[in-house]
């Protein structure tokens, strides 16, 4: 355990919010966007609210030593809850993989080979997590400004056309959205980094960066669902790719191809997100491997997520989101349920002059130390 991981919570929130955004960026058509607007709108702050709430526990307990120490492999517990994380991020690691190539395929006439494709993007992707979390975070900072930049143009080049008449109100609003989110309701796996991450460093908050990390992504949601819907109308919910469609009939991008300019940052925030799934399997799945194969525990990750990656194309999309969601729930609530019992463990050994355990000792290393 040669090392030390200490991230700054804004980096990571806002490299968070990113990945979030980035699930609506490539993947639109998927859940409640078939929606009318207004409906999508509803459903997303439902489906908000609902994930907040069920991981407020995960983010409370996050900063208690034996949470800490378990992510060492240390305590009770502690080897079940690494494995859930690793199981959660290499599912949700592959599925990037996957939704990343097919979104490279609807938009390029010319692709590479699946396997060249998939193999190329996967060795980019573990080769930015292994430069390091920190260094990772910088970079999608940069990504999210380029990602907002690229959405402003996008609705600034479609705001000529953009008409009131086109909302849509349907008959029965309230149940229709009571459908669309019992139907696809997920957690974003990306979400539980803010607990596992966000606590190395001082005075970092992760209930309050649970909550503004969903707060912006309902927001980001809230206007590309309205943008849609006012430029294209009812045939919003007929494209397959709304805003790819969207960059490609702006006024900005006719005569430009400003789309494909579009299409490559949101391919980069893609990728981001996938590396920092990436990221955050290795760091799970360190402390699982024998002492001499820790330090390659980024690339040994590559196996579980090329199995993610053959999930995504071989099994039907509702089958992937059931089991990622009940992957994420089970590990957000497996350290709430071996910490029970453990709130006042460091001020019973702060009482007793201390502990040379490995809890205490992996408090103090961080928990991205290998």
Known sequence: MGHKTIVSPRQLLWGVILCLVCSSLISPAAGAARLPAWGRILAAAASAALVWLLLLPFMAASGRERFVAMLAGYGRGGKVCLVLFSLCFALAAGRGLERTETFYRYVSPDTLPLAVFVALLLAICLYAARCGLETLLRAGLALLVLTAASLALVLAGNAGQM????????????????ESLAAGFSVAPELLLLGIFAHSAPQSRPVSLLGRALTAAVAVDLVLACAVELALGQFGALQVQPLHTLARIGSLSVFRRLDAVHVSVWLLAAVFRTALLCAGLGETLRPLLPEKFRQLSVWLAAA???????????????????VQTALVLAAAFAPVCFCKGGKDDGKKRAAAGGSSGPGRAHRLRGPGAG
């Open 163 to 178: 008409r009131l008449e086109n909302l849509q109100l349907p008959r029965q609003p309230l149940q229709l959205a009571w």
């Open 304 to 322: 579980p997520v090329l199995a993610g990656a053959a999930a995504g194309y071989f099994l039907p999309e509702w089958l992937l989101t059931a």
